[in-house]
């Protein structure tokens, strides 16, 4: 019997996810790696649940389609607004045998091994944080922690017109972290809850207070895929290894390979791609 294997799929609805690939590609350099953003429909931060749901089941299925057999959300408003619901109804229809993963429960595993004020910072995008995924998360895990959220809206377009660096940046990254420390003052662990932040870990850092721990997503989610295939020797064996990755964009690949300049370290070709109803 035939095996079928192919490359692991990341999605993300624009750019973000190319700091959770990098990160993955440095914990798994061996895997073979399809990236697709879906450059042409974000935002998706501020669209509904129900047609965030829609958009990212769609790009699951193209990367299905594409022979990925196991498929990672890297962008948090899909991993919050549609991943129960792909992994719950839609998986049994398509293929019980295929795996969506998401970010943001790899990262609230890591609070509780952090905090020891029991109280939680998050700064994300208004959809992430109005999904309410974060706090819906720790409380399963541990029921005591405080969350306290901050909304973040202007980080990620800063961050995408190459703006992140410049003294601009420093006046939205200070309004938001007092914001967010002057609804609690006993935060002493916060959550980068969008994959674009790790661009301003410097300034975040710099802005916060002495001894406050800062979550990023892409090491956290890079170890936890590790374990997971570890621990699944079956979807492991599905995932091809010849060390290679492509990149598609339902936008323009050209901007796209230019724009992603930003996210990872080397330059890349992009490949346009139609993701369709």
């Known amino acids: ?18 700091t959770i690939l990098e990160q ?41 389609g594409q022979g990925c057999q196991l498929v990672i959300l890297a962008c948090n408003t899909a991993s919050a607004k549609a991943l129960r619901t792909i992994q719950q109804n839609d998986l049994a229809i398509i293929d019980p045998n295929r795996r969506v993963l998401g970010v943001i429960r790899p990262t609230v595993e890591e609070v509780g091994k952090l905090t020891k004020t ?10 992430t944080v109005l999904s309410d995924s974060y706090p819906l998360e720790i409380h399963k895990i541990n029921p005591d922690i405080q969350v306290t959220s901050e909304a973040c809206p202007m980080w990620v377009p800063l961050i995408e017109n190459n703006e992140h660096l410049h003294e601009g940046a420093d006046y939205f990254v200070k309004k938001n972290i007092q ?12 959550i980068l809850g969008c994959t674009h ?8 850092a710099r802005e916060l207070p ?16 590790a374990d997971y295939l570890h621990r699944h020797p079956e979807m492991d064996e599905k995932c091809s290894k010849n060390g290679h990755c492509r990149y598609l964009t339902t936008e ?17 070709q992009a490949e346009h791609v139609e993701v369709t109803e």
Do not use: W
């Open 24 to 64: 993955i590609r440095r914990e798994l350099p061996g895997y073979d790696y399809l990236y697709l953003g879906d450059n042409a429909r974000t935002p998706y931060g501020t669209r509904s649940f129900e047609v965030v749901y829609r958009f990212t089941l769609q790009c699951v299925e193209y990367l299905f």
């Open 210 to 225: 002495r001894g406050v721990t800062i979550i990023s997503q892409g090491e956290i989610v890079a170890r936890s895929l």
């Open 179 to 190: 914001n967010l420390f002057n609804n609690d003052k006993q935060i002493d662990t916060v």
């Open 1 to 18: 019997m035939t095996k079928i294997s192919g490359p692991i799929g990341v999605f993300d609805s624009g750019y973000g996810g190319l």
């Open 197 to 204: 932040y790790p661009l301003l870990y410097d300034k975040i």
């Open 252 to 268: 323009n690949p050209g901007k796209f390979s230019s724009s992603a300049s930003i996210f990872l370290s080397g330059d890349i």
């Open 118 to 127: 029991n109280h939680i910072g998050l700064l994300a995008t208004s959809g």
